[in-house]
Nanobody, 126 residues
Framework: QVRLVESGGGSAQAGGSLGLSCAAS??????????MGWLRQAPGKSPEGVAV???????DYLDSVKGRFIISRNNANNTLYLQMNSLKPEDTAMYYC??????????????????RGQGTQVTVSS
């Protein structure tokens, strides 16, 4: 079983920063077996992959967040992070932590990852 619990998020002004964390509880495999990512969904829109980090450290980002968001992971404490800088109102969405075994490092693939957390809301005001 895989359990993903997000924290962080909240509200920010445009141009501000927020950080998200995802604590992973894994019963069968090592955290390093998993590709980990952040998925977001705004009201009335389809989910979109924001950032992904494979177990080898390779990363990929949604074009609209490149240069502003940074994904990282701490394999020692089974935690995934997303640092979001220069936030824009269009970043407003529910953000989900996602995981899959050897899911790869292509951000558009993470919509199909098998494991997803409950989500944390990010709201950016102009």
């Amino acid at each position: 079983q895989v359990r993903l619990v997000e924290s962080g998020g909240g509200s920010a002004q445009a141009g501000g920063s927020l950080g998200l964390s995802c604590a992973a509880s894994l019963s069968a495999r090592s955290f390093t077996d998993y590709s980990m990512g952040w998925l977001r969904q705004a009201p009335g829109k389809s989910p979109e992959g924001v950032a992904v980090m494979d177990s080898d450290g390779s990363t990929d980002y949604l074009d609209s967040v490149k240069g502003r968001f940074i994904i990282s992971r701490n394999n020692a404490n089974n935690t995934l992070y997303l640092q979001m800088n220069s936030l824009k109102p269009e970043d407003t969405a529910m953000y989900y932590c996602v995981a899959d075994v050897r899911g790869g490092s292509v951000v558009s693939w993470i919509k199909d990852y098998n494991f997803r957390g409950q989500g944390t809301q990010v709201t950016v005001s102009s």
